[in-house]
């Protein structure tokens, strides 16, 4: 592993744990956002890695936003523009990931923090953790992707209340409102992530990685086209030997034993 300043990986059978670890609030400067790329690159090649989990180092923030002094540097709106669409890279190759990638949000998750969650596949929060995009408050809008996935998730009229109010929401109205999967004790946060993690990982990878691959294609298609689309992963499955495994397994009312391809 590559040695990471504000970034720690840590690997546990199967499932990789990001750490974000950059005190006091784990802010999202330029190059902690470097670093969380090199780890998802590392990570995406290592095939023993099945699933991933994102979390915040600390007891006050998964990530309580962006650096605002980088933000304060800005000169011009070229470089407004092309800071926005480095974060907006990174944020996306996460998303993209075929390997399932679940976030561990344990404490406060605002701006950046809140953009770094959404593009992340699943959620997992914490019931003191608090949510919101607060860039109107300085001024600004989200510019690593807040204004499209918050919409996306949540609906355009909740994403328009929470961008131009800058309001912070409770882990339960994030529930509510389909921002996050599930709401744990605090403490747990972790530990449910990680289970969650290991659950997929005993799945088969493949079928995994192909089912990924249709809800994020399929997603951005009209439903007839990405009804195609998950009719052709279907078919590629189909040829696995995990496939085959796991037809079996049923069959003889035993566990599968995926082999991963």
Not at 25 to 32: D, E, P
Request: charged share 25%; glycine share 10%.
């Amino acid at each position: 592993m590559a040695d990471r300043q504000f970034i720690k990986v840590a690997i546990e059978e199967d499932v990789a744990v990001i750490t974000i670890d950059r005190p006091p609030v784990n802010a999202l400067s330029m190059q902690t956002m470097q670093e969380l790329d090199s780890a998802i690159d590392e990570l995406s090649k290592d095939d023993g890695v099945k699933a991933i989990v994102i979390t915040g180092g600390g007891t006050y923030a998964f990530v309580a936003g962006a650096d605002v002094s980088e933000i304060a540097q800005i000169t011009s709106p070229d470089v407004g523009k092309n800071l926005a669409l480095k974060g907006q890279a990174v944020l996306d190759k996460i998303e993209a990931l075929k390997k399932p990638i679940i976030a561990a949000i344990n404490s406060v998750c605002l701006g950046g923090g809140n953009e770094l969650a959404m593009a992340c596949h699943m959620r997992v929060a914490s019931d003191r953790a608090r949510f919101g995009q607060p860039e109107i408050n300085l001024g600004i809008i989200p510019g690593f992707g807040g204004t499209q996935r918050l919409s996306r998730l949540c609906g355009a009229s909740k994403a328009r209340e929470l961008v131009l109010t800058g309001d912070m929401i409770t882990a339960q109205e994030a529930l509510r409102i389909g921002l996050v999967n599930k709401v744990v004790p605090d403490g747990e946060v972790l530990k449910q992530a990680k289970g969650l993690a290991k659950k997929i990982a005993t799945k088969g990878a493949v079928a995994v990685r192909l089912a990924q691959q249709a809800i994020a294609e399929g997603s951005a298609l009209p439903l007839k086209d990405g009804l195609r689309k998950e009719a052709e992963l279907f078919g590629e499955v189909c040829k696995t030997d995990d496939m085959k495994e796991g037809v079996k397994a049923f069959l003889e009312k035993r566990q599968p034993k995926f082999q991963h391809k």
